[in-house]
Structures are given as structure tokens and as C-alpha cells.
């Protein structure tokens, strides 16, 4: 290529040729600038940093998916882990009423002017364990023979009933109340032998055969703000019972909530004066002939702690029929309670308990029903002790 002088036809002078490369050359600068603009060093993530973000993102995706995962299987948890549930809420809930219940009863005991009980003050002091049953036997002023006859066959004595309690759980005690004039030579008596055996449990009640409703209610009420139990069970100074027996009987029941055990039975409602069990209320169970509604023969049963807390705070409402085992059927009416029967609460005297004992079926209480309780008591439970009783043994080495 040959470069022409300026102003030659067809030709570009040199200096021409200059401005227009260096026109180009800054053209091109400027270009560059705009187009390949640097980020700033706010904008450039740093290596390590990236990683990190990265794994956060990673970690909280798989946390929802974990809590969108535990969610659904919340939804389609079993029923029997769902019923788990419910039992303990309604055990913690029966705890609650339990310790209401017992601050309302030393309240009406302070209002009343009632001496406190010494095992309250000592459940106080020392805090409120755990026991098995509370096992109150229903006495009266007159029985001071059938008290010293289970004293010396059934019921541990001294050291060794303090010894029940402390390694069975297994509280007993006489339920007695007062006479109709508090502080006379009668409750004298009953302070005195208190005073020698300390197996008493009294109770803010007026003595008297037509007022056993009553006793057993105040009986459950003042037990259950006494000793926090699994069960307590309420039995006659006249029937002779196997502890151990008893406690592996409720003890496969201690789980469950509101649980009404005993022999069931469904009398006859009695409307003539004058015999015995005569029902005064006939009218309220329908026509002449009727029968009572499934409850648990008056000689021993045992309830939950849910349901000796129910009585407690309802004492002042709950329907005193004149037979207690009707009246306590009749509070649990309408309740969602399981009636369990069971006839080893229910022997005969022997031969029945002997055969059964001997078979390894042993029973847990026995008495003659002709007589509601073993005849001439005084004497023959010491017969019916020797050949039906389970022994020492069978107390001591058993776990319930």
C-alpha cells in the first residue's frame, strides 16, 4: 500500500490517518470501561463463606422436612399411645383434686374444731408417698373382740404393721368414729386401746348402725387426704383376708383409671318394714320386685385413687341410701367406671377357701354369707386362719 501527498485525488494524508487511529484507540477505552465494569469487594463471596451459606440451606431445608416429616406421624400415631396419654393426664389431674382435696378437709376439720389427725400431721411433715392400699376395716364401740381376733390372725401387729407400710406400701387401720356426745367414757375406751395398738384411724363421724353410708363416705374422703394410694379398700371386722393376695389382685389394675372392684351382685330392692336390708327409697327403683343395680357386695371392695378423690369432693352431694354397698354403687352411676368382679373377694368359709388354697387358687377375703361375715367371728377366724390363710411367707416375699 502506498500512502499519496495531501491533497492528491483519491489519497489520505498522514495526519488524517493519525487522528483516526488514535479516535478508534479511545473509543475502544471507552468502551471497555463500560462493558467490564469490576464488582466491588462487597459483592464477591468469599470461598469459605459460600460453603458455609450453602450447608445452612442444606441443614434448613432438611429441619423442615424433618418437623413436616415428625408432623405427620404425629397425625397417625397409634390410638394406644393416644389412651397413654389420656391416662396420665387423668392420673395428674386425680394428683391435683387429691392434694385440693385434702387441704379442704384439714380446712373443715380447723372450722369444725375436729382434732387433726396425727398421720396427716406426719404425712405433712415428712412429705406424701407413694402406697399400694389403704386397707380400712369397718369396726364399731362393741367389737373389741373382733378387733384383738384380726390382730392376732391377719393383721400385723406393733413393728411389723409399721413394716407393711414401709416396704409393701399397704397402710391398715380400724375406722371408728365418735359417740353421739364426743369426749364419753365410750371414746375413752377407743383412746386407750388407740393408745396400746396405734391402728386406729378416727373419723368426723356419729356412730350407728343406720349411718354406715355415711361412714363410708367420710371413711374415703379422710383416707385419701391421709395417704396417696393406688387403691382403698374397705372391708368388715368380720372377714378374714389374705393381704398379699389381695395387694397381686389390684395391682394388675393399677393402671388403669376409676376402677370399682369386688363381687358384683344385683339384689333384690326389699319394700316391706321390718326385714332386714328393708330399702326405705323402694319407690325410686321402679315396681315392687325390681332389682338394685350391679354393685359390690358390702363386705370388700376397693377403689382408685380417682374415685376415692370423686367422693371426697362431693361428700356434701352425693345420695346416702340406708345399705352403704348400694349407696356406693349408686355415686359411680353415670360415671365412666369400670366394675370389675372378681370372686376371690368372695369366698366361703371352709371347706371353700381350704379346697381353693390348696389348689393354688388362694383367696383373697373369706366369710359366710349366711351371716354376711364369719359367723360367731370372734372364734372361728381363728379356723378359718389356719387352713386358708396364704402365710408369712407369701407377705413378705411377695412384690405388688
Partial sequence: MSWRKAGGDGGVSKRWAVLLCLGSFCLGLLFTNRMWTLPEATEVPLPDQSVEEGKALVAADCGSKKVQELQKYKDVLPDQDTHHDVQTLDKTIATLETELSAARTLQESLLNGSPVSEDFKVSESIGRRKYRMVIGINTAFSSRKRRDSIRYTWMPRGEKRKQLEEQKGVIIRFVIGHSAIAGGIIDR????????????????????????????????????????????????????????????????????????????????????????????????????????????????????????????INKHVLHKYINEDVSLGSWFLGLDVEHIDDRRLCCGTPPDCEWKAQAGNTCAASFDWKCSGICNSEGRIWEVHNKCAEGDKALWNSTF
Fill in 189 to 312: 375406751a377407743i383412746e386407750a386401746e388407740d393408745r396400746k395398738h396405734g391402728d386406729f384411724m378416727k373419723i368426723d363421724h356419729v356412730e350407728g348402725y343406720l349411718a354406715l353410708s355415711g361412714k363410708t363416705k367420710t371413711y374415703f374422703a379422710t383416707a385419701v387426704s391421709l395417704w396417696d394410694a393406688d387403691f382403698y379398700v374397705k372391708v368388715d371386722d368380720d372377714v378374714h383376708v389374705n393381704i398379699a393376695t389381695l395387694g397381686q389382685i389390684l395391682s394388675k389394675q393399677a393402671w388403669k383409671p376409676r376402677v370399682y372392684m369386688g363381687c358384683m351382685k344385683s339384689g333384690p330392692v326389699l319394700s316391706e318394714k321390718g326385714v332386714r336390708y328393708y330399702e326405705p327409697e323402694h319407690w325410686k327403683f321402679g315396681e315392687p320386685g325390681n332389682k338394685y343395680f350391679r354393685h359390690a357386695t358390702g363386705q370388700l371392695y376397693a377403689i382408685s385413687k380417682d374415685l376415692a378423690t370423686y367422693i371426697s
